[in-house]
């Protein structure tokens, strides 16, 4: 079965340092995994995905994540947050369900970020 | 500008009443979907939609039904059967023709409440 864990439902950084949002997941086969933003009342904006290659994979915003394939881990990073940064962040694993016979993406259940100025 | 475009963007329900959300989107991506948001809960798939004139139920089809004559308009009902239909409920649709993995694009989202 695929599922994704995001172990912080909040996490919060101070401007200026570093941010890390943590993801694992679990799927069968090969994963195909996603990060999202979702600012309030708004709907999901997507940041970036890893498919195949690099493991460090950069997206939009200077975020970046780094798969790490013997953990089963999708951490998303950027190297200094922004208080505009301050978000709900949904990671995805794209992976197929028996039930409904089609790959759909699979969400785990949010970390909001503040970062504290 | 090409996007998604969900409404109305707040919504109310009185007991016994079917309500529709509407999404459309121009972006001519084959693909569409429902999702439901609870807090603390991420999200959760209703129906999804690979191709016009087809749909396919989700994990948490009950209480709702949809259509997709058109393309560009996949309709979501919350029927009378749906409980607990107050949340934040999400469209999204998808490039099928590039590759397998394309992001979804989603909008603004439809926020239902329970009179």
């Known amino acids: 079965a695929q599922s994704v864990a995001q172990p912080e439902d909040q996490v919060n950084v101070a401007e200026g340092n570093p941010l890390t949002v943590k993801c694992t997941y679990s799927v069968s086969g090969n994963p195909y995994l996603f990060w999202y933003v979702q600012y309030p009342n708004r709907g999901l904006q997507f940041l970036l995905k890893?498919?195949?290659?690099?493991?460090l994979v950069k997206g939009s915003y200077g975020f970046e994540a780094e798969f790490n394939k013997s953990q089963t881990s999708f951490h998303l990073k950027k190297p200094s947050a922004l208080v505009s940064d301050s978000a709900l962040y949904f990671c995805?694993?794209?992976?197929?369900?028996?039930?409904?016979?089609?790959?759909?993406?699979?969400f785990g259940t949010g970390t909001r970020l503040t970062v504290i100025p | 500008d090409g996007g998604i475009t969900q409404s109305p963007k707040y919504l109310f329900r009185k007991e016994g009443q079917n309500v529709t959300l509407s999404c459309e989107q121009n972006?001519?991506?084959?693909?569409m979907y429902w999702y439901r948001q609870d807090p603390g809960q991420g999200l959760r798939l209703i129906y999804y939609s690979q191709i016009v004139n087809d749909f396919q139920k989700g994990d948490i089809a009950e209480g709702y039904s949809v259509s997709r004559e058109k393309k560009e308009s996949f309709p979501l009902t919350v029927t009378s059967a749906q409980k607990n239909p107050t949340a934040f409920y999400l469209c999204?649709?998808?490039?099928?023709?590039?590759?397998?993995?394309?992001?979804?694009?989603f909008g603004d989202g439809t926020r239902l409440s329970i009179l």
């Open positions: 995805a694993v794209r992976g197929f369900a028996a039930r409904t016979g089609a790959n759909n993406l699979f």
């Open positions: 890893y498919i195949t290659g690099d493991n």
């Open positions: 999204a649709s998808r490039d099928t023709g590039r590759d397998g993995n394309q992001p979804q694009h």
């Open positions: 972006l001519n991506h084959d693909a």
